[in-house]
């Protein structure tokens, strides 16, 4: 993704306590009714806290109890696995809703042929596959100047989108390109754990 110069707002995980780039880390949330929200798109208001979506560090803020203090809101009854589910959930669900949306607005390409097409006419702003799609195919689609993802299996994709499985589509928007870019590589540095 393309950045225009200048310093990078940081944050700090409250499992590792390392400083990122704050588009690196998941920001979550507490609900009103004593719950956590995962601000997937860091966009919603309140105390927020920062965590690496990674394993370790979910385990971590969970079991040193650093989300009560964080929040500053007690937080009961959260497992790792729990947040680990509840963070991915909310990324695979912003993920698709976004695709709906691109839909609605007509800047979504399903099919192997469209793609094609429109990948020739350097009209696609993102490229995603399926993740069970085939290795073959995954490579055939790839554009060197062309940004994609992994994202879901064929028939998520087919039951949204389709009848039949679906594993490439794109994006021709950039903005939204670039938000659908974004949750998708939360998505996958949580299934790297
Ligand atoms: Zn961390």
């Known amino acids: 993704m393309l950045r225009l110069k ?60 650093r989300i009560s203090k964080a929040l500053r809101r007690r937080i009961e009854g959260v497992t790792p696995e729990a947040l680990e589910t509840l963070i991915y959930e909310a990324h695979k669900e912003r993920f698709f809703s976004l695709l709906h949306f691109c839909r609605k607005v007509g800047c979504l390409i399903t099919g192997r042929e469209a793609v094609r097409k429109e990948l020739k006419r350097g009209r696609v702003s993102l490229l995603i596959l399926a993740k069970d799609l085939s290795d073959r195919s995954k490579r055939a689609f790839h554009c060197p100047m062309v940004p994609w993802v992994e994202v879901g299996r064929l028939k998520e994709y087919g039951e949204a989108f389709s009848t039949k499985p679906l594993g490439v589509l794109a994006v021709t928007e950039a903005g939204l390109a670039r938000r659908l870019f974004f949750v998708a590589e939360k998505l996958r540095q949580i299934e790297e754990g």
Do not use: N
Request: net charge positive; glycine share 12%; hydrophobic share 30%.
């Open 6 to 65: 200048g310093k990078k707002p940081e944050r700090r995980c409250v499992g590792c306590w390392s400083r990122k780039d704050k588009g690196e880390l998941v920001r979550l949330v507490a609900s009103d009714d004593g719950g956590l929200v995962v601000d997937v798109e860091h966009k919603l208001e309140g105390r927020g806290m920062y965590l690496c979506p990674r394993r370790e560090c979910m385990k971590k803020v969970v079991r040193k109890d």
